[in-house]
């Protein structure tokens, strides 16, 4: 029975080690996914920013200089 018993705990003990490794993996791919996502957003707001106040400046400037 000892030896029953050692074989169902390498069972158990290889099955929740992968499946312990999966959900790392899965959590590590998606926290990685949401920080790229996260870091894409703030680049691209920081890019309709910069249009935005490019956008105003030449609106004021161009609207001065071409009176």
């Not at 030896?3 to 080690?17: F, I, M, N, Q, R």
């Not at 956008?55 to 001065?64: D, L, R, V, Y």
């Amino acid at each position: 029975t000892s030896k029953g018993a050692d074989k169902a705990w390498d069972k158990t003990k290889s099955v929740s080690e992968k499946g312990w490794d999966a959900t790392k993996h899965g959590t590590e791919k998606g926290w990685n996914a949401t920080k790229n996502g996260t870091v894409d957003a703030a680049h691209k707001v920081g890019e309709w920013g910069d249009d935005a106040g490019k956008g105003i400046k030449n609106t004021f400037s161009g609207g001065s200089t071409k009176q």
